[in-house]
């Protein structure tokens, strides 16, 4: 007798993904670059890639080849430079941004491996919304889907640079797991034009590795785990032997997805980092050069979660509530006062803080033409007891003595919007938003110098607290083509901003002696930065040509009142009133190809808007030849043009300089 055959198994779908979107996400301003733009750039770097979301800018015009790694904050929307970042960043719904300061260590990350970065511009109230006063950045990381079973890349370029990378991609059962390394040296480029550098400046060099491990695992029909961990080694040289820093890093995380009737996710991350820097005083011939600090030792870690859920409400509705906590906290140990040849003071400057929050969150699909979302967050936010000491090397007295107590606090936030389709092909949108961010410890505790400039610390300061409004449309005329323009008001009330309260010479609290033409400047809470601006963003493909391009025109003014009263009316530093970029490919059978324009306003590297920084254009191209099983010929230019782009002007006029032309050769493999 035939027994009856048993029921097929469940099918098990692994992802590696995060829930799905909300079709509430779609009444905020936002912009998704693909796998294939990422791995496609010029430079290789994600930096690069991001430059395609005109507005989105760093502190700096360098990257991470040759800038200091604490000035690669990340901010949209004119909202003003500040080395910590103001966008919230995320990797796999893990905060990646250094728990002491605040910077992104984007050379610890390879475009190549990730699936996309979506954009979010305006402030959040989601998960670890906290310090989503600008935007988020959400990179997703590729798995079998995108990425290739095996990868191997090797690449030369200008000035003895090389970089290698290498990938594997592997089905596992029912889930997969991804490994990558990368390699990059490079003995660089000039820092200064060549009219103004002096016998002691040397090329910018540079060398970094990372490598990462991440697993995918069933554990039910709907359900996965996640698990991830990277290491990161970054060492630069700053156009001087004696100017230069180190950057190390490990972290790790653990994630549990499980889709269906009750959406559930649970996250739980750690940050291992340390950084170390030198600094120097250059005499005005630039034949010499002094040590002033050696930032010896800065460790930091950073620990959160979350815990998301997503009840089947029904009626339209996709409901989220969740909690989300995360801490970090650092200390600098550092050298300075140089006499006789060595260093007779000590500092040693941290503290630590937290944030602990709940949030509700929904998307409300009333029918095929209108979409409402809201959500609310509460906060619990600490800033935990910091110090600043500094002692005497050879007695150990204390010099400086300054110790904060504990100040913590509620802060609530929203946001909401709508998507209304008029038609099948455009949509109108429109929200408003609140967030908020903590100061770093390293804005509350270390003073610092940059060239002849001083700036203090300041225990006391305040959150920054921003709010705004957007409205705007989506037009899809075609499957192929689409343009995004959103007007948009923001405001920031509490900027932190480096504000001039001295000019040298001149001795200032913190900072000591300060020599003639450089200023003292103090980290201090302005009014607010007030912002008005458009932005769009296209898309066009037809067949084997594509064409992509964004803009962003702002209008940011600094209010102020108090010590920073002569702000007032302003421009913030590092925050340029026009931006925009623009690729256009060609992809055959065996050959592609793409050119990509790019243009950043004039700004201002100080906030009395004294230094201006010119406005630059510049052209990048890149082609990748199919040769024969799974091996390509890559060229790449950076710059090709060689434009002078000017990343910062110092006291004294003496510039520094972005990337200038930098070509590379080079060949992949994928299996």
């Known amino acids: 007798m035939d027994l009856p055959s048993p029921p097929p198994a469940a099918e098990i779908i692994v992802t590696g993904t995060a829930l799905p979107r909300a079709a509430g996400a779609a009444a905020y301003s936002t912009i998704t670059i693909d796998h294939a733009r990422l791995a496609a750039t010029a430079s290789g770097r994600i930096e690069d890639a991001l430059k395609d979301v005109a507005g989105l800018a760093a502190f700096r015009r360098t990257d991470s080849r040759s800038a200091n790694p ?4 990340v901010t949209l929307r004119a909202l003003g430079g500040n080395a910590a970042s103001r966008a919230l960043v995320l990797l796999d719904g893990v905060p990646i941004a250094d728990p002491f300061a605040g910077y992104i260590p984007w050379s610890a990350i390879d475009p190549a491996q990730l699936a996309s970065v979506r954009v979010v511009r305006g402030g959040g109230a989601g998960a670890f919304g906290a310090g989503a006063v600008a935007g988020t950045l959400l990179l997703d990381s590729g798995g079998p889907s995108v990425l290739a079973p095996y990868t191997l890349a090797l690449a030369g370029g200008s000035r003895d640079s090389w970089t290698a990378s290498g990938g594997l991609t592997a089905r596992l059962g029912g889930g997969f797991v991804t490994a990558s390394a990368r390699y990059d040296r490079g003995d660089g480029y000039g820092l200064l034009p060549a009219n103004q550098a002096g016998s002691i400046d040397i090329p910018a060099r540079y060398r970094s ?78 034949a010499s050069a002094t040590p002033t600090l050696d930032q010896y030792r800065t460790p930091a870690t950073g620990v959160g979660g979350k815990l998301a859920l997503r009840p089947p409400v029904g009626g339209g509705h996709t409901l989220e509530l969740g909690v989300d906590a995360r801490r970090g906290d650092g200390t600098s140990h550092e050298r300075f006062r140089l006499v006789a040849g060595r260093y007779t003071r000590l500092r040693v400057a941290g503290g630590a803080t937290s944030t602990v929050g709940a949030y509700a969150e929904d998307s409300w699909t009333l029918n095929d033409a209108l979409t409402l979302t809201a959500g609310l967050r509460a906060d619990r936010w600490v800033i935990a007891a910091g110090a600043l000491n500094e002692f005497d090397s050879d007695t150990g007295g204390a010099t400086l003595a300054i110790a904060t107590p504990q100040r913590d606090g509620w802060r609530g936030t929203a946001r909401g919007g709508l998507v209304y389709t008029v038609a099948p092909a455009l949509a109108l949108r429109g929200a408003a938003y609140t967030g908020f961010r903590l100061p770093t410890p390293n804005e509350l505790y270390r003073p610092f110098r940059v060239g002849a400039d001083a700036t203090a610390a300041n225990p006391a300061l305040d959150l920054e607290r921003a709010k705004g409004v957007e409205a705007g449309f989506d037009w899809r005329p075609l499957p192929t083509a689409r343009l995004s323009v959103t007007a948009f008001a923001n405001s920031l009330d509490g900027a932190i901003a480096n ?14 002696f300060v020599a003639a033409g450089g200023a003292f400047r103090q980290r201090l809470n302005l009014d607010r930065v007030v912002v008005h601006g458009v932005e769009a963003d296209a898309g066009l493909e037809i067949g084997q040509v594509s064409a992509q391009a964004s803009l962003a025109w702002a209008d940011p003014v600094v209010r102020a009142s108090g010590a920073a009263a002569a702000l007032s009316g302003l421009r913030p530093a590092a925050s340029p009133q026009f931006s925009a970029s623009g690729t256009l490919g060609w992809t055959g059978p065996r050959l592609g190809a793409s050119v990509t324009l790019r243009h950043v306003g004039a700004q201002f590297d100080d906030d009395q808007n004294l230094r201006r920084i010119a406005p630059a254009t510049t052209l990048d191209a890149s082609a990748r030849l199919k040769l024969w099983r799974g091996v390509s010929l890559e060229a790449r230019v950076e710059n090709l043009t060689d434009t002078l782009v000017v990343s910062g002007v110092s006291a004294d006029g003496i510039i520094d300089r972005a990337q200038p032309r930098t070509l590379w050769l080079g060949l992949r493999w994928e299996g």
Do not use: C, H, M
């Open 70 to 73: 604490t000035s690669q904050g």
């Open 209 to 286: 590795w990372g490598a990462s491990l991440r697993a995918v695992v069933p554990v039910g029909d709907d359900s996965e785990v996640q698990v991830a961990g990277r290491a990161f080694d970054d060492v630069r040289v700053r156009g001087l032997e004696l100017v230069g820093s180190t950057t190390r890093g490990a972290d790790a995380s653990a994630r549990f997805i499980k889709r269906g009737d009750w959406g559930v996710e649970a996250l739980a991350y750690v940050q291992v980092r340390d950084f170390t820097a030198r600094f120097a005083s250059v005499a005005a011939n630039r």
């Open 499 to 512: 504000v001039t309260l001295g000019r040298g010479p001149g001795t200032f609290p913190q900072v000591g």
